[in-house]
């Protein structure tokens, strides 16, 4: 189980700074990010991958989406 | 989920819809609308405070159906898509401060975001200054942003609520049907209508209001914002925004070119004022305004219309905002600074440093 990020109900930019915060804090790893808006799914993906993170999964989670990113370790 | 899920949000998509409104905004001029102001949101919601008769001056009353168009456009994309969510609760109040002094802030330089793209694409070098001093106020909203600033979270609510702000503009639009422009007039029923100015410049009604559905609906899909095209840029050192804005100056330089509207200079442009200082200085408050607020006039619009009731709140900020501007002689006009701008400025630096640097808490 990887770290949670919840970015519900929060307007940009705050989705993407939560994101880049946790992947610089954890470097590698797995984070899962709960998110509301269709928005702010394309930017946090963008974001991760951005940071050679790659998007695992997009999930629908009732009215939101949790999206779950991976680095593995050198 | 298909590859063409949406396509308007990745790289060619954000430049396609940037370059449509870059070849729609001066054919609006070529139909009717002000010089370097085939789209300007906040000039025209500021036309529609006019129209209203929320302030007086007689040189800009119009109610603009881009406005209308804008926020119904997005309102169709949303349901089309699924991507209605009605929310509120994230700090109204303050929503509807920013407004204000963002619409304050951009009527000292005579034009929103957008129409400075549109200026400078025109050739009014004055644009220049004016988003120097946008990125700049954006630049003081990322320090914010690092330094823990938020304004808390929205909440889920009813439908209805989303619905008001689209309705208000279904409401503006049967004011406009109701009550027709009259030759010579300056009223018609309720709405005040311009005979000289700005105010008088209109490309007519239908297509206004089209071009204004469409670029709703695309804006919608592509999230074009251009306040987050700065703060992307400097924030997070992404581009994907910023290659929309891109588009949009490049299109509409070329479109201008063609139409003959591209002329180079400082001095007579059209709804324009050389008074630098004041050029930088209004929109650092607008820039600083739209970060805080997390979306420029456009993008508010936009949001509103996908049933965030905040996004709303911030509209209705602008709009009354503009009313001050003009009550108050805050606003510029060709001639230059209004007589109080250069202390709106002043006081609307230091109620968005206020708001700033006093809302921030880990959420």
Redesign the interface.
Known sequence: MGTIVDARGLNCPQPVLMTLEKIKELAKGEIEILVDTETSKENVSRAAESRKWCVEEVRQDGEGYRIMIKKDGD | ?GPFK?FF?TTWGIIGVGAFIGLLAPILQKLGNPGNMGICVACFERDISGALGLHRAAVVQYMRPEIMGFVLGSLVAAYV?K?F?P?VG?APIVRFVLGAFAMIGALVFLGCPWRALLRLAGGDGNAILGLAGLAFGIWIGTLF?KGGY??G????TYTSVGWLLPLIMIGSLILRLMFPQVEREAQSGVLFYSLTGPGAMHAPLALSLVIGLAVGFLAQRS?F?TM?AI??LI??R?T?LFLGVLALVVVAFVTNLALGQFHAGFEDQPVAHTMNVWNFGGMVVAGLAFALA??CPGRQLFMAG?G?G?AAVFVLGMIVGAAFAHNFGLASSPKGLGPHGAAAVIIGLVVCLFIGLTMRKK?
């Open positions: 989920m949406n949000s898509f991507e969510r929310r994230s942003f938020n304004l979270r929205t909440e889920k999230r914002c987050g703060r992307d924030l997070f992404q994907h997390g979306g996908e965030d905040d959420v």
